[in-house]
C-alpha cells in the first residue's frame, strides 16, 4: 500500500514562499498520478496542482497559476510543491495524493486513492 509523508509546512508573512514536500514509500515516476491539495476551514478540500505520471503534463488551480509549481524527484521518491508569492487565502491543511495511473480530472479529490496526512500553511498579511 503506498504511503505518503507530507512536510514543509510553515507560518510566513504575505509574499513569502514555502516547498513543501511529500515522500512516498514507492515509486511514483511512470506509476502513479500526483497531486496537491489544500482545504482551508469551512471549505471544501481544493485541486492546487497535479502532475501526471510521467511528469510530461501538469495541471494548475487558476488561483496558484504562476505562483506554484510542482515537481517530482524520481531518485528520492519524493513530490514537491513550491509555493512563491503567498497570499492570505493560500492558508489551508495541504496534502500530497496519489492514483494508480493515467486519471481525466487532475483537480478532483475523487480521482486519488492515497492521501498525505496533511501539512498546515499559514500566510498571515
Known amino acids: 500500500k503506498m504511503q505518503l509523508l507530507d512536510s514543509g509546512g510553515g507560518s510566513v508573512q504575505a509574499g513569502g514562499s514555502l516547498r513543501l514536500s511529500c515522500e512516498a514509500s514507492?515509486?511514483?515516476?511512470?506509476?502513479?498520478?500526483m497531486g496537491w491539495f489544500r482545504q482551508a476551514p469551512g471549505k471544501e478540500r481544493e485541486g492546487v496542482a497535479a502532475?501526471?505520471?510521467?511528469?510530461?503534463?501538469?495541471w494548475y488551480a487558476d488561483s496558484v497559476k504562476g505562483r506554484f509549481t510542482i515537481s517530482l524527484d524520481h531518485t528520492k521518491n519524493e513530490l514537491y510543491l513550491q509555493m512563491n508569492s503567498l497570499k492570505p487565502e493560500d492558508t489551508a491543511m495541504y496534502y500530497c495524493?496519489?492514483?494508480?495511473?493515467?486519471?481525466?480530472?487532475?483537480?478532483?479529490?475523487?480521482?486519488?486513492?492515497?492521501w498525505g496526512q496533511g501539512t498546515q500553511v499559514t500566510v498571515s498579511s
Open positions: 495524493a496519489a492514483a494508480p495511473g493515467f486519471i481525466a480530472t487532475p483537480g478532483e479529490d475523487y480521482e486519488y486513492k492515497y
Open positions: 514507492e515509486n511514483m515516476y511512470d506509476t502513479y498520478s
Open positions: 502532475l501526471s505520471t510521467d511528469g510530461s503534463s501538469t
